[in-house]
């Protein structure tokens, strides 16, 4: 992995953390992918090294993930901007096919809601459409089509951490 797609990487799950979407092992696990792409300023090493037990304080998981953002330029967002990155990083797991169309939609209705981002209501109401689908005039393809379509879109936003 490269220092851009690590870094891209890294932004993809730190969004899904600032959300509350993933546990800090998990920033934990992509800080040490940084590393091994070449990315090894203090806070990153002091953030992929840090041990993750049952006893880890979320505060010094937080506290150390403060200071790697800082370090690689990736300040905390607006709401808005940091549910439009959160989407972008699970919509690349989306077309890797590490999520189904009901684990995207879902995972966007339950972290974005009908009250988020304007930009990303579609993709919210995807789960509302398998919900109804024996009732709509949609099928499983269309519904795998529009998810395409909106990742199209969704993934030219840009990003907010793009060159840090």
Do not use: K, N
């Not at 403060?66 to 989306?94: D, F, T």
């Amino acid at each position: 992995m490269d220092q851009g797609e690590a870094r891209r990487t890294f932004g993809d799950v730190l969004a899904m953390y600032d959300l509350r979407s993933v546990d800090g092992r998990q920033v934990i696990d992509v800080a040490a992918e940084l590393l091994a792409a070449g990315i090894d300023g203090p806070a990153v090493v002091d953030l992929a090294s840090m041990p993750v037990t049952p006893l880890t304080s979320p505060f010094e998981v937080d506290a150390r993930v403060a200071s790697a953002r800082e370090e690689l330029g990736m300040p905390p967002l607006s709401l808005e901007a940091l549910a439009s990155r959160a989407a972008q990083g699970q919509l690349r797991r989306w077309q890797q096919g590490l999520l189904t169309d009901r684990g995207i939609a879902s995972w966007a209705h339950e972290a974005i809601s009908h009250d988020g981002p304007q930009a990303l209501q579609e993709l919210v109401v995807m789960d509302d459409m398998l919900d109804e689908l024996p009732y709509i005039d949609a099928t499983p393809d269309s519904i795998h089509a529009d998810i395409g379509a909106i990742a199209a879109t969704c993934l030219d936003f840009s990003d907010p951490w793009a060159g840090g």
